[in-house]
């Protein structure tokens, strides 16, 4: 059984760092999409960040290039969201998921993502 479990959100200040975890557990990892979406308290869940498991190719939303880096730890099923330079509105619930067989052209659609964790609460103040 597949399971995707989040952790590292918090209560931070604007300008602080913070780095998610996703553990990854069940499921052959090598043809894998892993990606960060986020939900924002009355909006949509967006896009943040993926990168294959097996080449370790990454994909940012353009809001986050330079400020967020994705990596991941093999050995460990572990996937990283590096967040630097937090905002406000960074504010959200962060979630991982996985998908197999995504293409390059789709790995910011969170439909084409099967599996999901249950989000880690990250709260950016002012």
């Known amino acids: 059984q597949v399971r995707l479990v989040e952790s590292g959100g918090g209560l931070v200040q604007a300008g602080d760092s913070l780095r998610l975890s996703c553990a990854a557990s069940?499921?052959?990892?090598?043809?894998?999409?892993m990606g960060w979406f986020r939900q924002a308290p009355g909006k949509d869940r967006e896009f943040v960040a993926a990168?294959?498991?097996?080449?370790?190719?990454?994909y940012y939303a353009d809001s986050e290039k330079g400020r967020f880096t994705i990596s991941r730890d093999n050995a460990k099923n572990t996937v990283w969201l590096q967040m630097n330079s937090l905002k406000p509105e960074d504010t959200a619930v962060y979630y991982c998921?996985?998908?197999?067989?995504?293409?390059?052209?789709?790995?910011?659609?969170?439909?084409?993502?099967?599996?999901w964790g249950q989000g880690t609460q990250v709260t950016v103040s002012s």
């Open positions: 998921a996985a998908g197999v067989g995504v293409a390059v052209s789709t790995v910011t659609t969170q439909g084409v993502y099967k599996y």
């Open positions: 990168i294959t498991w097996s080449r370790g190719n990454r």
């Open positions: 069940g499921m052959p990892f090598s043809s894998y999409v």
